[in-house]
């Protein structure tokens, strides 16, 4: 019934070389097009990686000046620590080279009222003369006894004076350290990026702990809030370098907080349009059902 002859059959297998296993080559154009795209991503890219290098570059500076003000400071303390210890032994030194020489005055009195009071048989000239010696040197005794009170009132104060100031240089770079270490607690939170989507209410925008991405979340911002009120409460502004140092990374928290509200307002409204959308498909589905 399908018979067909052999010259028909020849026919319908018959193809002609090079007709259906030729490959298509690329238009050059299309080359064209497709050097420009690379050509551009490659220039993206090496951008991005400039723009990285130069901001690795810049934390690396900044670390280098932090740590060089610190040991600038740190070194101006200890001389400042080693000077006052050496005025402190020059002032004992002093001190008791005084009390050396007091000693010695009185011994030397001492032993003139016993040869004194062993010559009985003076006459009343030897008397008057020891008299009047004693009288004439009566106010050099006092002249040199307040002399000694103010200099041991000076080294007094001196002392308490030198004292109060190490204390404060001590107390300024525990503040500084305390300070570097959570300024690299927060640079070590802004190198971690928060992926996942944020899920949320029908009617509020709030964070809730609802799921692992927004646990994170709420991790993360606790963990900068936590750093906020530290530095609030425990770093007072009595010193210039303590509060300079605590308004700067005051400044990194605030920014930081902001970027997590505005991601956290970005997701809300995500969240929102993924809900309308599925609304909107099933109030399609259902016009659908309805139709049929």
Do not use: W
Request: proline letters at 2%; one cysteine or more.
């Amino acid at each position: 019934m399908f018979a067909c002859s052999r010259v028909e059959t020849e026919n319908l297998f018959y193809k002609p070389k090079n007709s259906y296993n030729k490959k298509r080559e690329p238009s050059p154009s299309s080359n064209k097009k497709n050097d420009s795209q690379q050509r551009m991503r490659f220039e993206k890219y090496h951008e991005a990686t400039l723009k990285r290098n130069q901001l690795q570059q810049e934390l690396q500076r900044r670390h280098q000046l932090c740590a060089e003000k610190e040991r600038l400071c740190r070194e101006r303390a200890e001389k400042q620590m080693a000077l006052k210890k050496v005025e402190e032994c020059n002032a004992l030194r002093k001190f008791y080279e005084l009390k050396s020489a007091q000693l010695k005055n009185n011994n030397g009195l001492r032993t003139s009222c016993s040869s004194n009071s062993l010559s009985s048989n003076s006459t009343l000239s030897s008397s008057s003369s020891l008299l009047s010696k004693n009288s004439k040197s009566l106010p050099s005794r006092t002249m040199s006894s307040s002399i000694k009170r103010f200099q041991a009132a000076f080294k007094i104060y001196s002392f308490i004076k030198h004292h109060i100031e190490k204390r404060k240089t001590l107390k300024i770079i525990s503040y500084l350290s305390k300070l570097r270490s959570m300024q690299n607690q927060l640079l070590l939170l802004k190198s971690i990026n928060l992926k996942g989507n944020l899920t949320f209410e029908s009617n509020n925008n709030q964070v809730l702990p609802i799921s692992v991405d927004n646990k994170a979340f709420l991790i993360y911002k606790e963990s900068i809030l936590k750093i906020l009120n530290k530095l609030n409460n425990d770093f007072s502004d009595e010193y210039y370098l303590v509060r300079e140092r605590k308004f700067s990374i005051i400044n990194t928290v605030n920014i930081m907080l902001s970027e997590l509200d505005n991601f956290r307002v970005l997701q809300y409204k995500n969240f929102i349009k993924n809900i309308e959308k599925k609304h909107r498909q099933v109030d399609d589905d259902f016009v659908i059902i309805n139709r049929i």
